[in-house]
Every structure is written in C-alpha cells, then in structure tokens.
C-alpha cells in the first residue's frame, strides 16, 4: 500500500506491490515495477524507470530519464564505520543505466556528504559505488567495477569488468582500465592501465577517435605520454616538460591540470 501523503504524479505508473513512503516525491511518468520500495527522502525524476525489487533509501535525489534495474540498492547507509547516521545524500543525474544488483551508497560528513552521479553513465551489473564518489558524465563501468569510498571519476572513462579502484584515487577524463585491474594511484587523463597494481599501458587512441579527436591532437597526447612515462624524466620533470607542450595544445593542458591536483600519485 502507497501512502496517501506521498507526492507522487499522476501520470506515475506504480505496481499495487510496491511500497511508497510518506515524504517520496515521485515525477510525471515514473515507473516503479513490483516489490520495489521507495523510502523517505526519495526523489524520482520525470520519466525514470525503476524496475522489480529494488530498494531505495533517501535522502536521495534521481534526475530524468533513468533507467534502474531489477535488485539495485539506491542510496542506502554508506559502508564505513565512522557513519552515524548524519544527513548525508546520493544524488544521481539523468539520463544512466543502472543495470542489475549495483549498490550506490550515500556520503559520509567526513568526505562532504555526497555521493554523486552525473549524466548518461552506463552501469552494468553488479557495481559498487562507495560513500562520497564523485562520478563525471558518460561513463562505462562493465560488470563488477568497484570503487571504494572518495573516488573521483571524470568525464568518458571506461572501467573494464571488475577494475577495482582504492579509496581516494582519481581516474582522469577518457582514461581506460583494462579488466581487473586494480588501481592504487591516480590515472591520468587519456591513459590506459592495466593488471594489479595498475601500470600504463599507452593512451586510449581508439576511445579518443570515437569521441571526435582528430588525428593530430591524439599524436600530441601520445606525445605528451611518451614524456610522461617513456623518457626516463623524474615526474617533476615531466610535468615541467608537460606545461610548456600545454602552451599549444588545450588537451595537454588538462592531462598537466590533472597532474597538479594529483593527491596519491600516479600510476607509473
């Protein structure tokens, strides 16, 4: 039974099984499939389609045009042992796919109280999204990926089945994980790594291709990558190299951005 109080649109298409709390809000063509429960604080936006036996728990925001399959777990206590039950969100943004059984968890006050996913991400089944993530827009993440709480995932990166990223890492825009690989530092943006630990392995040319780069930009991010990882140089050095390739070359300016904010390292 659906509580009455519940703001819940009336195009909204909800099975008589699932159950409704009182302070959901749900939007203009929601669907919600059998046995799923909608906790407090939830919010669905117009058009997303949550399916059979899923369970979300608030505060938890969801933006448009979502579709979330069956046994999910949205927005439920984050998995770390510092967490007293403090208001912390989950915020989801339109337009991904949340395939099957993923666990996406709520921040922590400790890492600022969001987990955040942005728009058009492609989630496969069985992911986790630790407390306090911040995950970018298009993104893939295949079967199994894992990331563990405060990781920073940019815009386009491809996670292969059952990468699993440690706490507090950064994953660079267009980066590429190899299946299984285990990453303990941050990666670059462009770059591909693979095995555990995670080395590099190239730049993600065939990526870049299909997201439009031309030819010559894509041979000046190779470039910048052999500086980075094929020379010999100290990273210092490397990244003094890096600013004066970056005068001419907007894409190289985001890979030498990305390296001063670097916190953990890099993979090297």
């Known amino acids: ?10 195009s909204a298409n909800i099975d008589p099984s699932a159950r409704i ?31 059979s036996h899923c369970v979300l728990h608030g505060p938890t925001r969801i933006g448009c ?9 949205i927005g439920d206590a984050p998995q770390d042992k510092k967490y007293g039950g ?29 987990t955040r996913i942005g728009h058009g991400n492609w989630i496969m089944a069985y992911v986790h999204v630790a407390h306090d993530c911040l995950v970018g827009d298009h993104t893939i993440m295949a079967n199994g990926t894992t990331l563990a709480g ?26 590429f994980t190899a299946m299984g690989a285990v990453i303990f530092k941050d990666v670059p943006p462009y770059v ?3 095995g555990n630990s995670a080395a590099p392995h190239g730049i993600n040319a065939e990526g870049l291709r299909r997201h439009g780069f031309d030819a010559d930009v894509i041979r000046e991010i ?3 990558y052999k500086t980075l990882y094929k020379q010999g140089h100290a990273l210092v050095d490397a990244k003094r ?13 985001t890979m030498v951005d990305f390296l001063q904010r670097s916190e953990r390292g890099i993979v090297r």
């Open 86 to 114: 403090e208001h912390t969100v989950l915020e989801i943004g339109d337009s991904n796919t949340i395939r099957e059984s993923c666990t996406l968890n709520r921040g922590t006050v400790q890492g600022g109280g969001v």
């Open 150 to 175: 405060h990781v920073r995932v940019e815009d386009h990166v491809i996670f292969g089945a059952f990468t699993v990223v440690h706490q507090f890492c950064a994953i660079g825009v267009h980066a």
């Open 1 to 10: 039974m659906n509580d009455a109080r519940a703001t819940i649109h009336p």
């Open 192 to 194: 591909t790594v693979s």
């Open 222 to 224: 190779r470039r910048a």
């Open 241 to 253: 190299l890096l600013v004066a390739q970056a005068e001419s070359v907007e894409e190289v300016r």
């Open 65 to 73: 045009g979502n579709r979330i399959y069956p046994f999910c777990s």
């Open 21 to 51: 709390a009182p302070s959901a809000v749900i939007g203009e063509d929601v669907s919600i499939g059998p046995w799923t429960i909608v906790g407090e604080g939830v919010e669905i936006g117009p058009g997303t389609t949550i399916a």
